[in-house]
């Protein structure tokens, strides 16, 4: 079975700092692994993937996200945060194409101008 | 990447009362997924719906609560049946297209039961 842990409910960051949220996976075939955002009251949007290949995945709006097998990891970064950044993160986990993700609790992101 | 709709977009509803959700896409798939988001937390499967087939029911949920139909590729629906207060949640449908391994969701609909 699948399973995602999300370090920290709650990220704050200063507008031009480093973005860091954390994921960690458990699962017992190689994993497909997404990061999604949301913003207030709308659905998901998809920010990257790993499925196979390479293992820094870079995604929309300035994040990536390096697939560390060793460490069963998929940390999602940005250089340089942005106001509009402020949102819900949403790590996901499914061991192939065509099955349901495994979310995890989600991380708040705040951008302190 | 697929476009994917919801109606409602919101409601809400008296306790004991059912409302049917509707999800339709812009492309043909096979397998649909239905979500649930409650109130500041994550998303939580509740079923997996592949058409001319019974939907397929996560633990937790069962189908006299969460009737599911997919009468075709495009469309199917969630009813929330009997509702109660603790209902009252985010419904997100979602879709995987095949031949890119993504998945995509709906808007979702934001359901309030009084």
């Known amino acids: 079975a699948q399973s995602v842990t999300q370090l920290g409910s709650h990220v704050s960051v200063s507008e031009g700092a480093l973005v860091l949220l954390r994921c960690n996976y458990s699962s017992s075939v190689p994993p497909y692994l997404f990061w999604y955002v949301q913003y207030p009251n709308q659905g998901l949007q998809l920010l990257l993937k790993?499925?196979?290949?390479?293992?820094l995945v870079k995604g929309i709006n300035g994040f990536e996200a390096e697939f560390k097998k060793s460490e069963t990891s998929f940390h999602l970064t940005k250089p340089s945060a942005h106001m509009s950044d402020a949102a819900e993160y949403f790590c996901a986990v499914t061991p192939s194409g065509n099955t349901p993700l495994v979310f995890g609790k989600g991380t708040r992101l705040s951008v302190i101008a | 990447s697929a476009v994917i709709s919801q109606k409602p977009s919101r409601d809400i509803c008296q306790r004991g009362t059912s409302l049917t959700i509707q999800c339709q896409v812009d492309?043909?798939?096979?397998?649909m997924f239905w979500y649930r988001q409650q109130p500041g937390q994550s998303l939580t499967l509740i079923a997996t719906?592949?058409?001319?087939?019974?939907?397929?029911?996560e633990s937790g949920f069962v189908i006299d609560k969460f009737p599911i139909s997919r009468p075709n590729l495009t469309f199917s629906t969630l009813t929330v049946s009997n509702m109660s207060p603790e209902d009252s949640s985010i419904y997100l449908c979602?879709?995987?297209?095949?031949?890119?391994?993504?998945?995509?969701f709906g808007p979702g609909t934001r359901l309030t039961v009084l």
């Open positions: 790993y499925t196979t290949g390479a293992t």
């Open positions: 719906a592949n058409q001319g087939s019974e939907a397929t029911y």
């Open positions: 979602s879709v995987d297209e095949g031949n890119t391994n993504e998945q995509f």
């Open positions: 492309s043909q798939v096979t397998m």
